[in-house]
């Protein structure tokens, strides 16, 4: 383990404790510290991680970050989390939300709460922002990883949750674009039969390992939602509006970063 | 404040009688038990009475008799029936007939202006879908295969929940499990055996509760005019497997189907309280209350941790360790 990522993790980023070094959804810094750096050659050497636009992300406070998602299992998610972890000075921990089946898989549910990932409910994610916590979310949840390969990109589903928490409490909006995960660990078809754990299917990737692509990380400039309408939080088209004006955001930094890129592997 | 207090007799309503009855604010405690006699000496402002809550004669004698005439104007109740594996009616009367019956008689009562009703974090609906931070918004369980013992205390909380809105002010005090000794604490049970058994591949997250800090919340909550539900967390949030450590006990991994026969064959054998089928789903998917309306209303901020059980060797070597260290220094 890299003792200065070590130090940084464990001592340096802001962290709850509530009272035997984990907080109330079972973060470990020393935990998380030892990931980032078990992840460093994912990150350095397989993926070559190409990330611009960090400054964009708060140093301090709530935030929300939005990404696009896609590939087989989260490298997408794991990825964005690494970059946010090693690159952010003064560090900060990203708070990755996941899927209500997460904490029914056994090891993994452990393993992720270590992390610092939480289940996606209001009471979670409301905690999180009053305590000043970066969240990372991918409104379009199950239905990222769902995508065939031509839908690559496309956002299909895009789920409003986030907006209405971004008006009600406040916090700037940072759409966070990935691109390279979604060629990396295509999806070659789902078994809609073994729903194991109560996922929704199981996943059967085209490749037995994700392929070695090149991913490219753009954080978009914040957008503050709260100038919509905060006394109409409640309006389904106030919440509508605000998650749509997130998503032409972040359409528009995949289209300039796809153009932008010279390949999938380069 | 003129306090009756039901539950005298048990650990914490001990705690919570000396407590209340060495305080300034606090001139009267009518203590209830179900014991005929006590051998132990009560403060000179505190009266006992042994009164059987599943009759409803003696629950109207007791409220409309010894409250009225003593000018009883806080009722804390925290009488419940402590054994996980009993069950029939006269278990469902102590826990649920009684408390209905306490707190009709306390409505519209000439003195009595403040219910406080003790129940358990318990309550709350543990699932795939539930959050790991629980607020007093979070689903009750109302699965109707699960034991009596969570029945019951859910079914009281919502009797007394039902009496929101009257004339009397009523706080709901949901707890976090109180790890301690004769409080009928699943957790210390469990963690009383030298072997502790967990599932393969989890390993949730607990908030438990000490006695120091139980009775200071329902303290809070007495002196508090503040109604509706509080959760209340305790000092203590850590993984299960932290907390076997804490007691330094072995922690083995085990399957999760095998859990329920070999902890059943362990009460057959060695006859502990510890039912898995309790416990299943705070073994898997955790459950951490959200304490922020009771710090917000009630001024309550857990900061006692837990008495964790220890070997009795163990508590001797800890303790002569520390006198060797303050000799020392």
């Known amino acids: ?266 | 404040m003129r306090v009756l207090l039901t539950g005298a007799t048990t650990p914490l309503g001990r705690a919570l009688v000396d407590t209340l009855a060495s305080s300034e604010d606090c001139s009267l405690v009518l203590a209830v038990g179900h014991e005929p006699r006590l051998d132990r000496s009560w403060r000179s402002n505190v009266v006992y009475r042994c009164v059987d809550l599943t009759r409803g004669r003696e629950v109207h004698d007791l409220v409309c008799g010894d409250a009225f005439e003593h000018g009883i104007d806080t009722v804390i109740h925290m009488a419940q029936h402590r054994a996980a594996h009993d069950r029939g009616r006269r278990v469902h009367a102590q826990n649920v007939t009684a408390t209905r019956e306490l707190v009709l008689r306390c409505t519209d009562h000439p003195t009595i202006r403040r219910f406080i009703h003790r129940s358990f974090a318990e309550v709350y609906a543990l699932e795939r879908a539930t959050s790991d931070l629980l607020d007093e918004e979070a689903a009750l369980d109302f699965d109707p295969a699960a034991p009596q013992w969570l029945r019951d205390r859910i079914e009281a909380d919502m009797t007394v929940c039902a009496h929101f809105g009257g004339p009397l002010q009523i706080a709901v005090l949901r707890c976090a499990e109180l790890v301690a000794a004769d409080s009928g604490s699943q957790l210390w049970d469990y963690l009383s055996s030298r072997v502790c058994l967990r599932p393969l591949g989890f390993d949730p997250m607990l908030n438990v509760l000490s006695l120091d800090d139980a009775v200071a919340a329902i303290a809070s909550a007495a002196r508090s005019t503040h109604t509706g539900v509080f959760n209340i967390p305790g000092a203590d949030t850590l993984p299960l497997s932290r907390a076997i450590a804490e007691t330094v006990r072995l922690d083995i991994q085990v399957p999760g189907p095998l859990l329920a026969p070999l902890y059943g064959l362990r009460r057959r054998i060695v006859g502990f309280e510890f039912r898995y089928d309790l416990n299943l789903r705070r073994f898997h998917f955790g459950g951490v209350i959200d304490g922020s309306r009771a710090r917000r209303l009630l001024g309550y901020v857990p900061s006692h941790p837990v008495q964790w059980p220890r070997a009795w060797w163990r508590s001797l070597l800890e303790r002569l360790a520390d006198l060797r260290s303050e000799s020392g220094a």
Request: aromatic share 8%.
């Open chain 1, 1 to 266: 383990m890299d003792a200065s990522t070590f130090a940084r993790l464990a001592r340096q980023a802001p962290f709850h404790d509530a009272g035997h070094g984990y907080d109330v959804f079972g973060l470990h810094p020393p935990a998380l510290a030892a990931a980032v750096s078990a992840g460093a050659p994912l990150y350095d050497w397989y993926f070559r991680v190409d990330s611009q636009g960090i400054e964009h992300i708060p140093a301090a406070g709530a935030a929300i970050l939005v990404a696009n998602h896609g590939g087989v299992l989260p490298m997408d998610a794991a990825m964005m989390c690494l970059d946010v972890l090693r690159r952010m000075d003064p560090p900060r921990i990203p708070r990755a939300v996941a899927d209500h089946f997460v904490p029914r898989l056994p090891f993994v549910s452990t393993l992720f709460a270590r992390l610092g990932v939480v289940s996606g409910t209001r009471t979670n994610v409301r905690a999180l922002l009053e305590h000043g916590e970066l969240v990372a979310i991918w409104p379009e949840g199950v239905a990222g990883p769902a995508k065939s390969f031509k839908d690559r990109y496309r956002i299909k589903e895009w789920r409003v949750g986030f907006a209405e928490l971004a008006i009600r409490y406040n916090v700037p909006v940072v759409p966070v674009a990935i691109v390279g995960a979604e060629e990396s660990w295509p999806l070659a078809m789902k078994m809609r039969g073994l729903r194991l754990f109560g996922s929704p299917y199981l996943p059967v990737p085209a490749t037995p390992i994700p392929l070695p692509a090149h991913y490219h990380i753009r954080y978009g400039e914040p957008l503050h939602l709260d100038g919509l309408a905060h006394c109409k939080v409640d309006d389904p088209d106030v919440i509508a509006n605000a998650a749509t004006r997130v998503q032409v955001a972040l359409e528009r930094l995949l289209d300039d970063t796809l153009r932008a890129r010279r390949g999938i592997f380069r």
